[in-house]
Nanobody
């Protein structure tokens, strides 16, 4: 019954932008800290953004800081990842997910990156950036 569905992935030139969407059903995103992860072939799952449940704090790794932005639209029960100035290194499958804590604490982010969980996860959307 719980479902997260990503959309918006595409093939794009380096320097371009994409806005990924994640539509939720069976849960209310406003009740969770929310996050985006990505995984490229042969690489580890990497957290690229996180937003606390109360929207007070955000997390971005250095690799995307200043280029990516996470947000949510509670009436639409949808979360977003705006990606600007895209690089070939951003090529990956992007996943939306919910945290099991209200804040984007480092310990829980690390656990999710290693074992893909235990929050709710979408099936992913492919982003390909051409060099």
């Amino acid at each position: 019954e719980v479902q997260l569905v990503e959309s918006g992935g595409d093939l794009v030139q380096a320097g371009g932008s994409l806005n990924l969407s994640c539509a939720a059903s069976g849960l209310s995103l406003q009740d969770y800290a929310i996050t985006w992860f990505r995984q490229a072939p042969g690489k580890e799952l990497e957290g690229v953004s996180c937003l606390s449940m109360n929207d007070a704090t955000t997390y971005y790794p250095d690799s995307v800081k200043g280029r990516f932005g996470i947000s949510r639209d509670n009436p639409k029960n949808t979360m977003y990842l705006q990606m600007n100035s895209l690089k070939p290194e951003d090529t990956a499958v992007y996943y939306c997910a919910t945290m099991i804590t209200a804040i984007c604490d480092a310990e829980n982010r690390a656990i999710m990156a290693r074992v893909r969980g235990p929050g709710h996860w979408g099936q992913g959307t492919q982003v390909t950036v051409l060099s």
